[in-house]
């Protein structure tokens, strides 16, 4: 992004909009953030090969996806004077490109040095997608539509973590892993380039300065907490050189260093990321919600595999075919929340949707054994998934729709930190209970097997006492009122 934000005169003069070009801008963004946000979940399944391919250990090669998370926790947020001070379009050119140059990177990678280069390069561009997406749908669409438009959203969400590891797992069975970024370079290329001719401006920038010490203490926050998230379930059983409980501490003091500079920059509009959405009691309890929903999608889509693999003993590719279902009906369902929330608002949709995940999580605590049939999972997996369906739309929409347009971007920053790191911290609670219950059994004397599955069960009940909560929460969400000044931008 180079260059200064365009002045209202010249904004002024720049070609009269194009209202059919338009069109094409958001459902473009939607695929762009699709295809990034796909790439980030293809990693997981992948691993194995690129160890024995590359000749590394385990634990090296576990940095192809914590680097990526690191650098998504640190970016994300950035975005938020990254909106403010630059176009949409300029933003947007400059993220596609950052990921399609890792992507290139990634596939031409001849060791792992160079590989992990390109997925810091890919991951730069990606954390830059989800709020661009959030940001252009409310500078654009007005407020008694957006519910519609957000449900495309919760699509991107939802299903592209959900189809990743199914898809990495089909290509890896007939192809190398490079191709895992081979056959994501020409969608993303061509996502750049429509993006470039199609794309036009439609927020107005203005001038304003980086807070260079915020951004290093919001590295540090963020990227510590889900750094040490991220590290609980692998030093489970190790002896780490560092612990993350102190990675966790140090990233919780520079938080408290950060939303302190963050308050007293907001006076003067200075702040890297303005801490006033949070005066939106819609905004606060919505985001809550949303992050105890992300800890709970998390935690299950890390534990599931476990569960089918290691006690039901399927294979990985039927592991993730048996998860499959349960993203594609979140996918195909957002849609119709999204005309739901515009018609009735977040409290018919959110209340019974929570009240499905808490009873699904109850039901994998009474249910899930060593005999378990896979059908029985893939039905409460696709149970929960239309309970978090219910939710994500609503919540986010409300949420984001409750602030004042200055704060859009500032929003969405929050929002995809509170993804990242509720998706750390659900990772890494329920991998961390676990192992450490299925360890303790199997040191007492219970078979692996049986001790693996007792594990599970204690994790999941720490997942249904926390949706219980969640339940309770959803009776203060309320709708927005549609403000009048919120039309469409163009």
Partial sequence: MTGQPTPPAAE?????????????????????????????????????????????????????????MLVMAVVIPVTGYLLQRFHIRQVFITAMSLFSLGTLICFLAPG???????????????????????????????????????????????????????????????????????LVLPIALGGLLLGALFIRNVTEPRAASIDVPSVLVSAMAFGGLVYGFSSLGKAAGADPVIPPWATIAVGAVALVVFVSRQLRLQRGDRALLDLRVFRSRQFSISIGLVGVSFMALFGTLILLPVYMQYVLGLDTLATGLVMLPGGLVMGLLAPFVGRLYDRVGPRPLVIPGSALVSVVLWTMVFVFGTDTDPAVVVATHVVMSIGLGLMFTPLLTGALGSLDKKLYSHGSAVVGTIQQVAGAAGTATFTTVMTATAAGLAAGGMGEVAAQAAGINTAFTIGAVMSVLAFGATFFVRRVATAPEEAPAH
Avoid: C, H, K, Y
Avoid at 12 to 26: G, H, L, Q
Avoid at 35 to 50: K, S
Avoid at 54 to 62: A, C, F, P, R, Y
Avoid at 145 to 160: D, E, F, K, L, P
């Fill in 12 to 68: 002024a003069a720049e070609p009269s909009r194009n209202p059919r070009a338009d069109r094409f801008v958001i459902p473009l963004l939607l695929v762009s953030a699709f295809i990034v946000i796909l790439n980030e979940t293809i990693m997981g399944v992948a691993l194995p090969a690129l160890n024995r391919d590359l000749g590394i250990s385990v634990d090296t090669g576990q940095w192809l996806t914590s680097a990526f």
């Fill in 112 to 182: 792992f040095s160079v590989l992990l280069m390109g997925r810091i390069v890919q991951a730069s561009g990606t954390a830059i997608m989800m709020p661009l997406l959030m940001t252009t749908v409310l500078n654009m669409v007005p407020a008694d539509r957006r519910g519609r438009t957000m449900g495309n959203i919760s699509i991107v969400m939802s299903v592209a973590p959900a189809v990743g590891p199914t898809i990495s797992g089909l290509i890896l069975n007939v192809l190398d892993w490079r191709w895992l970024f081979g």
